[in-house]
């Protein structure tokens, strides 16, 4: 079947604009992650969803992230202000549970110029 | 609060050479570990995990990884490496109760020469 996908893949944005990037989960999973992943390092947990409940935002680094999955299957995260640091890819997972094994989107690489 | 560290940065080997990626973790329970594997502009993908039972877990693509509790280490193994194996490597583990956030270690390029 068809596995998490992303959307744009790839994504310039001027300092200071606002960005929205849209992940697929795997149908009939639960759960759904957020990640960022700098260069040269391993994905960093944001956020994460039940159904359309945002259970954990913990991860997020300032109140410029903002993530929603209003009927429990899309989610957007967004990005408000951009600043140079938010610079990464941005990963999504899916999970049928929340401790179930989560499959990884191929992730939005943000570039903020 | 649970870590990864994977020591090496950079792994080279010669196709058909054995590999070893090092990964070690500290979390005071029993953990939950994990291999992913990430190709350039890829997500990533789950090689193998280890919950409980058998120390020695296998995985796809040939790999394997066994949990040493005494060294605190899930070191992944592949006894014949093949030039598409070249990508990047995450050790990830996660607390056995409840918990639902992994932390990744900061991962292992592997480089493959022909």
């Known amino acids: 079947g068809a596995g998490v996908s992303q959307s744009p893949r790839y994504k310039v944005a001027k300092r200071g604009q606002d960005v929205a990037l849209r992940c697929d989960p795997i149908s009939g999973h639960v759960s759904l992650f957020w990640y960022q992943q700098a260069l040269g390092q391993g994905p960093e947990f944001l956020t994460y969803f039940q159904n359309e409940a945002q259970l954990d935002k913990s991860g997020l680094p300032s109140d410029r992230f903002f993530a929603e999955r209003p009927e429990g299957s899309v989610s957007t995260l967004k990005i408000q202000r951009t600043q140079q640091e938010d610079s990464a890819v941005y990963l999504c997972?899916?999970?049928?549970?929340?401790?179930?094994?989560?499959?990884f989107g191929p992730g939005t690489r943000l570039l903020v110029l | 609060a649970q870590s990864v560290t994977q020591p090496d940065i950079h792994i080279t080997v010669s196709e058909g050479a054995s590999l070893e990626l090092r990964c070690n973790y500290s979390?005071?329970?029993?953990?939950?570990l994990f291999w992913y594997v990430q190709s350039p502009g890829q997500g990533l993908q789950l090689l193998l995990k280890y919950f409980s039972g058998d120390t020695l877990v296998q995985g796809i693509k040939g790999f394997e990884a066994e949990f040493k509790r005494s060294q605190s280490s899930f070191n992944l193994r592949k006894p014949s490496v093949h030039w598409s194996d070249a990508a990047e490597y995450f050790c990830?583990?996660?607390?056995?109760?409840?918990?639902?956030?992994?932390?990744f270690g900061r991962g292992t390029s592997l480089i493959v020469h022909p």
């Open positions: 997972a899916s999970s049928l549970g929340g401790e179930e094994t989560q499959y």
């Open positions: 990830a583990v996660k607390g056995s109760g409840g918990s639902y956030i992994p932390t």
């Open positions: 979390y005071g329970a029993t953990p939950y």
